[in-house]
């Protein structure tokens, strides 16, 4: 088994709820670019692992550009699935600069779907800033709910059935079961903060809406994911999308 099948395997192979959770925010990208009425895509993705973002696309992909750190193979795999594709690229990164590459306003759609929470603190900023001048469209972002009531049942069940979760301290739990974030030591999913995220992203693009997946009609806080649908501050006469 390779390493990227053993991955994919993992999280998305079967019918159990592990892999309907984690194709949940596939399926939603899928809908909500579909609102978008777009003719022609042309998107760069943070976090690409081996593009499976590509095949839920409803509309031609004209030019892709994903972006990973290169870990279990999966930009290898990308590129190999692609490697026909003169306009699609797979590019290993650790920081935002390999973006720089690309001239402004070069992309109508960008996506980091449950990356975000695995980026330093420190380089999310300049990442969104990043995609900002590239994207002349819609960013979506998909990242998990890691406090409240959610945090408490996602880290019991984890412990209880899988045997393992992030070291959290008992002060840690409880804030975080309170929400007070600035009370966890960050690391991955430890401590992430969607709110935090979400302002974030405003001071780069117009937020559109923020909902829960996969169960859009549960709130974000009581979501295990969190759907975040912004617009280029330049794109104001786009499409509002319903989804």
Known sequence: MTQTSGYNDRLFSGSGLRSYFHLARFNWARNVVASF???????????????RLIDYMPAPMERYAGYDAGWEGGLEAGQARYADKADFDFVKA????????????????????????????????????ALARVVDGYLIVSVPNEKGLVFLGKYLAKKLIYGGTE?????????????????????????????????????????????????????PSLSFTVGIIARSKSASGSKVPSA
């Open 37 to 51: 009425g777009l003719d022609s895509i042309k998107l760069i993705e943070i976090g690409c692992f081996d593009g």
């Open 94 to 129: 650790v920081d935002p600069e390999p973006i720089a590459q690309h001239s402004a306003k070069s992309f109508n759609l960008g996506a980091a779907l449950e990356t975000i929470e695995h980026i330093p603190p420190e380089l999310v900023d300049p990442y969104l800033e």
């Open 167 to 219: 070291p959290y301290s008992f002060r840690e739990i409880v804030a975080a079961t309170f929400g007070r974030m600035d009370r966890i030591e960050r690391s991955e999913h430890k401590g992430f903060d969607y709110a935090e995220l979400v302002r974030q992203i405003e001071r780069h693009f117009d937020i559109v809406k923020v909902c829960g997946l996969p169960f859009g009609i549960l709130p």
